[in-house]
């Protein structure tokens, strides 16, 4: 997956989660985006119900979806599933975009 976002834009998400979202034992959630640190504050994580997002302590990301692995998808080939995959990349992008523009 070729997913360029500004790392800055990223790190401005997570924080209007953590400072505008509702707070849980453990996480912060903003509408559908819910956030978390480790405990080392090595990294951050935003996520939904079907990406979730890990933001590295020197600006790098990476994306995860729910069904990683091709060979768990039933009735689909290779193609259709990365196609797939990068979609709900593509719209939980779009959502984290969305919600910096709101708050």
Do not use: W
């Not at 400072?19 to 819910?34: K, M, R, V, W, Y």
């Not at 080392?40 to 990683?68: C, K, P, Q, R, W």
């Not at 091709?70 to 990365?82: A, K």
Request: hydrophobic share 30%; proline share 2%.
């Amino acid at each position: 997956m070729k997913n360029s976002v500004d790392v800055r834009t990223l790190l401005s998400v997570y924080e209007k989660v953590k400072t505008q979202g509702q707070h849980f034992e453990n996480s912060c959630q903003l509408e559908d985006i819910t956030c978390t640190e480790s405990p080392d504050g090595y990294y951050v994580n935003l996520a939904d119900n079907n990406v979730s997002l890990d933001i590295n302590f020197h600006n790098t990301y990476h994306f995860h979806t729910m069904n990683e692995d091709p060979e768990s998808v039933i009735n689909q080939t290779t193609t259709e599933f990365h196609n797939n995959n990068e979609a709900q990349v593509q719209e939980f992008i779009h959502k984290l975009m969305q919600l910096d523009k709101r708050y």
